[in-house]
């Protein structure tokens, strides 16, 4: 298949050598990805739908790496970015690269696009989600999935939260982390307080709601929400949940009411996973678009 980008073919003499396949190195050191991600103003593409969907959303390709036989798949789309090298081999060089196998097609390093300002979001959105320092990419993802299949304008993340652009956050979310709009909020201190973007959302004329089942909450669809004009609720992590400085910044407690409280079934369980709980929160939120 003849392409208009440069080839590099890893079955060549030192073509591992080149620094452009640095990039797709040990993609499963998640740490290491971090830095080197971060450093290099880039994140990973897996899978060629992945791969498809970042170019549609306008997202610039450095490279593309794969085996010849995923060529097709994405030809007309790496065609229409003729000065991003290809690098192809055969799966066991890809693999011993990566450490792992490609079993999903082809990977892209993408240039990082810089994320829009916090009040970008707040001037257009109704409704937001805000995730309290979520560090778990497959929870971060399913999340943006759902915000995009519900409707939900958009995404605050606090500044510890993890990164949607890690690949395993985008493949979870299927590719939704391209196209709903999201803004990392400011560090108050070293610990990742961000009491100053609690406020701004507030004076930005959003009811804050900090969901989270706690003495107090209104339910989810109370007449407190339905009727705001506009809202963000705030997601916590497994384990400790919404932090008691969210709480206390937020206008209102708004819980999921769980029906193992109700004694229907042996087992009663205090929450949801808080992937589980933001699919409930897109859906109420959702239907203020109506
Ligand atoms: C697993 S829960 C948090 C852990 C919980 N606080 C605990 O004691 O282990 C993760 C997040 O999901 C959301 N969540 C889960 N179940 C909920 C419910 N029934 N009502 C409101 N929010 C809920 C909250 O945002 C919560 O912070």
């Known amino acids: 298949m003849r392409l208009p980008n440069p080839v590099l ?13 640095a990039d797709y190195r040990e993609l499963t050191d998640a740490a290491l990805r971090r830095r080197r991600d971060a ?23 450095r490279s593309f790496f794969m085996t010849e036989r995923h060529l097709p798949e994405l030809a007309e789309a790496i065609s229409s970015h003729p000065d991003a090298p290809v690098i192809l081999g055969d799966d066991a060089v890809l693999e011993s690269i990566t450490g792992f196998h490609l079993h999903r097609g082809a990977l892209a390093a993408m240039h990082r696009p810089v994320p829009p300002e916090p009040e970008a979001l707040l001037d257009a959105a109704r409704t937001l989600l805000v995730l309290e320092g979520i560090t778990d990419h497959t929870n971060v993802g399913a999340i943006f999935r759902s915000a995009a299949a519900l409707g939900v304008d958009g995404m605050l993340l606090s500044p510890t939260c ?19 709009p999201w803004a990392r909020l400011p560090r108050d201190s070293s610990d990742g307080a961000w009491a ?25 669809d109370d007449p407190t929400i339905r009727r705001a004009e506009r809202v963000a609720l705030i997601l916590g992590a497994e384990g400790p949940g919404v932090t008691a400085g969210a709480l206390a910044s937020a206008d209102v407690a708004v819980e999921i009411p769980m ?32």
């Open 9 to 21: 073919r890893l079955s060549e003499p030192d073509a591992a050598e080149d620094p452009l396949v």
């Open 39 to 61: 450093e290099h103003g880039m994140y990973m593409a897996e899978s060629s739908r992945v791969v498809a969907r970042a170019l549609a959303a306008g997202h610039r390709p």
């Open 162 to 180: 993890a990164d949607p652009l890690y690949r395993r956050s985008i493949r979870v979310s299927m590719g939704s982390v391209f196209t709903v």
């Open 196 to 220: 100053s973007g609690a406020r701004s959302i507030r004076e930005a004329g959003f009811l804050l709601g900090a969901l989270e089942v706690a003495d107090g909450a209104v339910a989810l």
């Open 259 to 290: 029906a193992g409280r109700t004694g229907r079934h042996e087992v009663s369980l205090d929450s949801l996973n808080v992937a589980a709980a933001a699919a409930v929160a897109c859906w109420e939120l959702g239907r203020r678009h109506g």
